[in-house]
């Protein structure tokens, strides 16, 4: 029975490792028919030319990527329900973690990295070290979630973004980019200097310790549950109004609404 949890925490690690590959079978590498068959030179003034082989894996990694979120959530919630916590648990959660919302997102930037500097004349020869600030991402979620291991004050919430909620937003962009048709969220997502900076911003939240919410309950009333009842609306009326862009508009609004009412109550 005790084990039951583990099982959870180890399908969030076996979903990750999927995603892990269907990311790097991708290649990330659009052609258009532009110049010509197999033109790797996309003319951004024709940015409505079909994207061929682009896409399709890297969005499935998304949907592995929301499964591990899923079962990462159920292997607590199951563990408090059969009342068997374990340390081995935590630390088992914390190592799942790393590869479901930290590697694998690194490396959706990686190829979305490889895919921005694609589109310049020598961006086939660009060196590798361009490409690896990437891999500050999991870094960063490896050190937020070691510090969140030894600290025994993070019981009601959380200092800095937790690294589901991360990995989660970096998962939600192939997705954007695969189903949105606004051209300028498209050139967006092909703009390194987009994803250099998404990676600073992100990473400096989960090492942070800016207090954050967590869905946690310790009593039912309109003040403590104000702020997850906005959430809530913010990400339904997000879904039903922008499509995958719902999910960096949540995430903004976790981090507003975290530092709003956590100030006001202390």
Not at 91 to 116: E, H, N
Not at 171 to 188: E, G, V
Not at 240 to 246: D, E
Request: proline share 5%; glycine share 8%.
């Amino acid at each position: 029975m005790k084990q039951i949890p583990n099982l959870f925490t180890l399908l969030n690690l076996f979903f990750g490792c999927i995603a892990i590959v269907l990311i790097m079978q991708s290649g990330l590498a659009p052609y258009y028919e532009v110049g010509g068959a197999g033109s790797v030179r996309p003319d951004f003034n024709e940015f409505g030319n079909q994207y061929v082989g682009m896409l399709e894996k890297i969005c499935l990694s998304s949907l592995f990527i929301a499964l591990a979120a899923i079962v990462d959530f159920l292997d607590g919630f199951v563990a408090r329900i059969l009342k068997v916590p374990s340390e081995l648990g935590k630390q088992l959660d914390s190592l799942a973690d790393v590869v479901s919302f930290g590697v694998a997102p690194g490396l959706i930037v990686y190829q979305f990295l490889r895919q921005s500097y694609a589109q310049q004349l020598d961006g086939l020869d660009v060196n590798i070290i361009w490409f690896l600030p990437a891999f500050i991402l999991p870094c960063a979620g490896a050190y937020r979630l070691a510090r969140f291991n030894i600290d025994t004050t993070q019981t009601q919430g959380f200092k800095g973004v937790p690294i589901p909620a991360v990995g989660l937003l970096i998962a939600s962009f192939p997705l954007i980019s695969w189903y949105s048709n606004n051209d300028f969220i498209k050139h967006l997502l092909l703009n390194k200097w987009f994803w250099y900076a998404a990676v600073i911003i992100v990473s400096y939240l989960m090492v942070s310790k800016l207090p954050m919410m967590a869905m946690k309950f310790t009593g039912v009333n309109l003040k403590k549950l104000l702020p997850f009842l906005i959430l809530a609306f913010i990400s339904l009326a997000g879904g039903l109004s922008f499509g995958w862009l719902a999910v960096p508009i949540t995430f903004i609004a976790y981090v507003i609404l975290s530092l709003t009412f956590k100030q006001q109550e202390s």
